[in-house]
């Protein structure tokens, strides 16, 4: 588990430290989501990244074009739920073209898709 740090002090930091915690620090305001990455890959040997959160942080990969594949399970599955869901919430438009690359069906009648970012 990585902590991201937007506003930290150095005892703060020096805390982490002694709790044996991993930290990454990117960016003055905002994160800076390529130098994390870059950081991951660098200091951890991170080369794949799950991304498994809510659509406003997948949208806010997809807006920096950080996201190269989608898995997406699709299950036959109503819980009546009124509002509307989306897997991505961005803000402004995004042209990224992805591709079938996978399809399975699973056990349960639900379908396991992958999508590929076209070049």
Same mark, same amino acid.
């Given at each position: 588990?990585?902590?991201?740090?937007?506003?930290?002090?150095?005892?703060?930091?020096?805390?982490?430290?002694?709790?044996?915690? !991993?930290? %990454?620090?990117?960016?003055? @305001?905002?994160?800076?989501?390529?130098?994390? /990455?870059?950081?991951?890959?660098?200091?951890?040997? %991170? @080369?794949?990244?799950? /991304?498994?959160?809510?659509?406003?942080?997948?949208?806010?990969?997809?807006?920096?074009?950080?996201?190269?594949?989608?898995?997406?399970?699709?299950?036959?599955?109503?819980?009546?739920?009124? @509002?509307?869901?989306?897997?991505?919430?961005?803000?402004?438009?995004?042209?990224?073209?992805?591709?079938?690359?996978?399809?399975?069906?699973? !056990?349960?009648?639900? /379908?396991?898709?992958?999508?590929?970012?076209?070049?």
């Amino acid at each position: 588990m990585f902590n991201f740090i937007l506003q930290f002090t150095k005892e703060y930091l020096a805390f982490l430290r002694t709790m044996e915690i !991993p930290y %990454i620090v990117s960016g003055e @305001e905002n994160f800076n989501l390529k130098e994390v /990455l870059v950081k991951l890959r660098a200091y951890f040997g %991170i @080369e794949k990244l799950a /991304l498994c959160g809510g659509a406003r942080i997948d949208g806010v990969f997809l807006e920096q074009h950080l996201v190269d594949e989608i898995s997406l399970v699709i299950s036959p599955y109503v819980n009546g739920d009124r @509002e509307i869901k989306t897997a991505f919430e961005t803000i402004g438009r995004i042209d990224d073209q992805f591709k079938i690359d996978f399809i399975k069906k699973l !056990p349960d009648g639900g /379908l396991h898709l992958i999508f590929k970012k076209g070049e």
